[in-house]
C-alpha cells in the first residue's frame, strides 16, 4: 500500500472511469452530438475539423483515465494534466451555453448552464484526488486523539 488514504485512491478510480466512458462516448454512440457542440473558433484556431476536435478530445479523456487508473506513481503529474484538460475545455462548455447549442444530455439551457458549475469542480476533483500539490514520497501524517 502506498500509503494514500483510501478516499483518493477511491475518488481517482471513480474519475478515471467516468473519463474513459466520456472518451468512448466521443468516439462511438454520442459523437455526432459531440460534433455539433464544438464551437467554429475552434476549429479556425486549431486548423482541423469538428469531428478531429472530438475524436480528439475522447482520446485525450481516454488516455487520462486509464492513467489516473494503471500509473499510481504519475499521479501527481496525470492529476495536474487532468485539471488543465478540464480547464481547457471549459471555453467550449461556455460557447455552447451562450449559444444555446444541444449535446447529449444538454439540451436545455438550465442543464447547459448548470454544466458550467461542473467544470471547476472536475478540476478541484481532479487535484484533490491526485494531490499534485504535494511533494513526491511524502507520507500522511496520522493524527490521533
Known amino acids: 500500500m502506498t500509503g494514500e488514504p483510501l478516499a483518493r485512491l477511491v475518488a481517482r478510480a471513480l474519475l478515471g472511469g467516468m473519463l474513459v466512458f466520456a472518451g468512448l462516448s466521443h468516439l462511438l454512440w454520442a459523437r455526432r452530438g459531440f460534433r455539433i457542440a464544438v464551437p467554429d473558433w475552434a476549429v479556425r484556431a486549431t486548423g482541423l475539423d469538428k469531428d478531429a476536435i472530438v475524436v480528439g478530445s475522447g482520446a485525450v479523456e481516454i488516455m487520462l483515465g486509464g492513467a489516473l ?66 511533494r513526491p514520497g511524502a507520507r500522511h501524517k496520522i493524527v490521533r486523539a
Request: hydrophobic content about 55%; glycine content about 6%.
Open 69 to 134: 487508473v494503471a500509473l499510481p506513481i504519475h499521479r501527481r503529474r496525470i492529476g495536474a494534466l487532468t485539471a488543465a484538460f478540464f480547464v481547457a475545455v471549459l471555453p467550449g462548455n461556455i460557447h455552447q451555453w451562450r449559444t444555446g447549442r444541444s449535446a447529449p444530455l444538454l439540451r436545455t439551457d438550465r442543464a447547459r448552464f448548470i454544466r458550467l458549475f461542473l467544470q471547476p469542480l472536475l478540476v478541484l476533483w481532479a487535484l484533490w484526488s491526485t494531490g499534485p500539490w504535494r
